[in-house]
């Protein structure tokens, strides 16, 4: 009796094992907002390579050699200025640090040097701390745009190397600045 039940049961099982483990394929249809998306970020790259290499044929060796070895200078890459006194960033000077934010990210291999600047005003060592103050808020800035810090190095210049010789206001304002260059490799 049991090999008469054996008979029938092992063809059910191995009917019940097929249909169980041969379900049916399923297909995936790709849906078309992500086709777009994906054609979309294939047709920025070519705009972001261009942005890259932009910067690249922009920069121009700086005319004194920095701490690190060559330095370089780019138009790309553009200065903010400071309140008498202050390192806080202004208002208008956090766009321009945006921008500069984008342009460093599109090119992650860059790394770059904050100068910190002043006025002739006060003494040497004043404008040494103010400049560096200036240089490290300007760098804070930037990483808060998504520029890794490590890819930032700073110095402070202090009253020592005006952009504007002049004695008056106008080239003051123009001195206190955050100067950003980038390092050669």
Known sequence: ???????????????????????????????????????????????????????????????????????????LLKDIHFDFDKYNIRRGDAEILKENAALLKKNPKITIQIEGHCDERGTVEYNLALGERRANNTKKYLASFGVSAARISTISFGKEKPLDPGHNEEAWARNRRAHIVVLSK
């Open 1 to 75: 009796m049991v090999k008469k039940n054996l008979h029938i049961f092992v063809p059910i099982l191995c009917l019940g094992l097929i249909l169980i483990g041969c379900p049916k394929k399923t297909v995936v249809k790709e849906e078309p907002s992500i086709k777009k998306e994906s054609e979309q970020t294939r047709e920025m790259k070519p705009k972001e390579e261009q942005g890259a290499k932009e910067l690249e044929k922009s920069l121009v060796a700086k005319k004194e050699p920095g701490i690190e070895g060559e330095v370089l200078e780019s138009k």
